[in-house]
């Protein structure tokens, strides 16, 4: 099965957990990982899916031993695993990610659908992602609405500050891309 038919199964059966029903196009992934290259250091992606955000990061010379994908969705891991030898991939929640010694990352990228969620599950997983980041790291996340892909509160919450990046329109839906530093 290819990985379009693959996502849309999953997203039929979990319409909630992956908030989308195709994968992101090469443009949105390209528009993701297009400020990475083989000095970032560590990175993580949060939501890996079927490995469209990933096949990026890796064009752009980020190192699979550098690469950590966290996915909730075995069926995607099973098909990450598959593609993208040499890449650490964890099938648990991406809070998960500083309890599990993950550390120094110099970009966090996420496709979690963040804004449906829960502050409270906004929180966790951006203290996560915080804890786990380098001083001079970035978070790239990207969404699909007409705001920034965090809730104003937990942003100013949490002492980030946010950048807008550029707008895809050759996605399905089309998308914006944000990053958020440290203040
Ligand atoms: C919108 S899809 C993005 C998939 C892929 N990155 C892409 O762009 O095509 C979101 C993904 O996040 C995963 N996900 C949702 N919540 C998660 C969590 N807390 N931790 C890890 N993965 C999660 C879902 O299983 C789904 O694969």
Not at 29 to 38: T, Y
Not at 50 to 69: M, S, W
């Amino acid at each position: 099965m290819n990985n379009i038919a693959l996502f849309l199964g999953q997203a039929i059966r979990r319409p909630s957990q992956i908030s989308a029903v195709v994968p992101s196009s090469r443009r949105l992934a390209r528009a993701m990982a297009g400020s990475l290259g083989p000095d970032t250091g560590p990175v993580a992606e949060l939501g890996a899916g079927t490995g469209n955000i990933t096949r990026e990061i890796l064009a752009q010379g980020v190192a699979p031993a550098d690469l950590t994908l966290f996915e909730l969705n075995p069926v995607f891991c099973h098909r990450l695993a598959a593609q993208f030898p040499g890449v650490r991939i964890e099938n648990r929640p991406a809070q998960d990610m500083a309890a599990i010694g993950v550390e120094n990352l110099g970009a966090i990228v996420s496709s979690l659908p963040l804004l449906s969620m829960p502050a409270g599950l906004q929180h966790a997983i951006l203290r996560a992602c915080l804890a786990a980041l380098a001083p001079q790291g970035q978070i790239i996340q990207f969404t699909y609405g007409p705001r920034p892909p965090l809730d104003p509160q937990v942003q100013h919450d949490l002492g980030l500050a946010v950048h807008r990046g550029p707008q895809v329109l050759l996605n399905m839906p089309p998308a914006r891309v944000y990053s958020y530093t440290r203040r």
